[in-house]
């Protein structure tokens, strides 16, 4: 027999048709290249009995017998009942297996076991043992152009297109070593993985109808039921696993501001005309953002719902005009950040002094007070109890009440802790104001189009237009940036200062 009539289908599933060995047979059949055909058993060429049914039934057409191996059927009403009993007891069988994996990998994720088939990037995945379950542990050699990515994103601001062309051009290889390197899809895949702060979800998704071609399949096999595609699940269905995390979750939350600001920033939302203040400006009167809106007397910015005007939810809000509130907007920013000191008293108009308030740290001594007060009231009801003063059920009832009491305080002494970790941590970041400021002060001598759009969208949160002012909300940097974003090396995390201020002239 020729090596070339051998048609195996190896990691194929037998409930599908579309398996490339059998295709190969059923057009070389069709095409009278040989008379007979040897099956192992009718469960080898299908798993679904109608399949069966349909490719021996197309065999038979061409000529062509089939003869299974493990048992020799005939014509004969009991030898075609024999066939027909296996090929229903093949489709029960694989239900069954599949029935008996589905839940068993529901009870291991339900009981905090990894149980992926393959390990996300940065991970490598460790099979279970006798001893031991399935695990997933860091590659720390992917782990660190995971990081690299989330600094990018997170410090540099640089879109998913950004990073896949600095990816290519330091030639990191991916996992499978693609000749084509990265894509920007697989970027924003990682971005956007809560794997990477530690926690996973199974059962996340579900088999649904694809409802568009895929590559060469075109809509033809894009039947009803042909599962072809995902979609997710009510998330009341997925189950956690926790793994280990690369990045911490407050640089994960900050990935997906920063990834929701690039959707929104994205140059194919304009390419005719240039608008400087792009996705910053914000509608004071609905809260929408305004976009940009040409006319023959230059380019406006106007709410997203200003038009049609007729309509019953048409926003009244104040539209202006890009020249004017682009040059304003431009020169207060550039005086702020030339001056670190104006910057500072900027911050703490907004947000008030820094020190340490006296008046809550004399509360944290009265709480302690209260504390320790609390404590010996518990001791003496327990001396009470058994001094048979006072009955189990009184020293239940007082006991609770007393408790209570202590949580609410110590809930209060945590949220002044808190509060004094927060004022310091804003004392220590104004001191990097200027190490800041300097480190944007070339970009404000005759910046470039670009240059200026990337220093306001580096320091300016939003800038709220209302019917008699401009209000820029700022998020300043407390750190030296680089604002090359092709060349952009980020080696640490920038904390941030948020502040407010009123645009003169408005």
């Known amino acids: 027999m020729s090596p070339s009539h051998v048609f195996v289908d190896e990691r194929r599933s037998g409930a599908h048709l579309d398996r490339p060995g059998l295709d190969r047979l059923r057009d070389l059949a069709s095409e009278g290249a040989f008379e007979a055909v040897l099956i192992a058993s009718p469960d080898r060429l299908a798993r679904h009995y109608a399949y069966q049914v349909l490719v021996l039934e197309e065999l038979q057409r061409t000529g062509c017998e089939a003869v299974f191996l493990n048992h020799a059927f005939g014509e004969t009403p009991e030898e075609r009942m024999l066939l027909q009993i296996q090929g229903v007891f093949a489709e029960y069988e694989r239900a069954l297996i599949k029935e008996r994996s589905r839940r068993g990998r529901l009870f291991a994720a339900r009981q905090g076991r990894v149980n992926w088939s ?22 720390e050699t992917e782990a660190e152009v995971v990081r690299q990515i989330f600094r ?73 039921g042909n599962l072809r595609s995902h979609a997710d699940r009510p998330k009341e269905e997925w189950i956690p696993v926790k793994v280990p995390a690369i990045v911490d979750p407050e640089t994960w939350e900050l990935a997906q501001e920063q990834l929701k600001k690039n959707r929104e920033r994205a140059r194919r939302n304009n390419t005719k005309h240039h608008y ?54 431009w020169g207060y920013v550039r005086e702020l950040l030339s001056d670190p000191e104006l910057l500072k008293t900027r911050y703490e108009e907004g947000r008030g002094d820094p020190a340490v308030d006296d008046g809550e740290e004399r509360e944290k001594e009265r709480i302690g007070r209260k504390l320790k007060a609390l404590d010996r009231e518990v001791g003496r009801l327990i001396d009470a109890y058994q001094a048979e003063v006072i009955d189990l059920a009184d020293l239940k009832e007082r006991r ?28 220590r970041l104004l001191r990097g104001l200027e190490q800041f400021s300097e480190s944007v002060a070339g970009a404000l001598e005759k910046p470039s189009f670009e240059t200026r759009q990337q220093v306001l969208r580096l320091v300016v949160d939003r800038i709220v237009v209302e019917e008699e002012r401009v209000v820029v909300h700022h998020v300043v940097p407390t750190g030296p940036v680089g604002l090359q974003t092709r060349h952009l090396r980020v080696t640490g995390r920038n904390p941030n200062l948020r502040c407010i201020g009123d645009v003169d002239g408005w």
């Open 118 to 139: 393959h390990a996300p990037y940065g991970y490598r995945l460790v099979r279970k043992t006798e001893s031991t379950p399935q695990k997933l542990v860091v590659d």
């Open 276 to 329: 400087l203040l792009r996705s910053l400006l914000v509608c004071g009167e609905c809260g929408k953002r305004m976009i940009g809106w040409w006319t023959k007397n230059g380019g406006r910015y106007v709410c997203a719902d200003r038009y049609p005007r007729h309509e019953p939810w048409a926003c009244d809000g104040r539209s202006v005009m890009a020249r004017e509130v682009e040059g304003s907007i």
């Open 400 to 427: 609770e009440r007393i408790e209570e009491h202590g949580r609410m305080l110590k809930r209060r002494l945590t949220e002044i802790r808190e509060k004094r970790a927060e004022r310091e941590q804003e004392v």
């Open 152 to 224: 990018w994103c997170v410090e540099g601001g640089l879109s998913c297109y950004a990073m896949e062309k600095l990816l290519r051009e330091q030639g990191v290889p991916t996992r499978k070593g693609r000749a084509l390197g990265w894509y920007q899809s697989t970027v924003g895949d990682i971005l956007r993985d809560t794997v990477y702060k530690g926690l996973g979800y199974y059962n996340r998704t579900k088999r649904v109808d694809a409802k568009k071609p895929v590559g060469g399949t075109g809509f033809k096999d894009l039947r009803p």
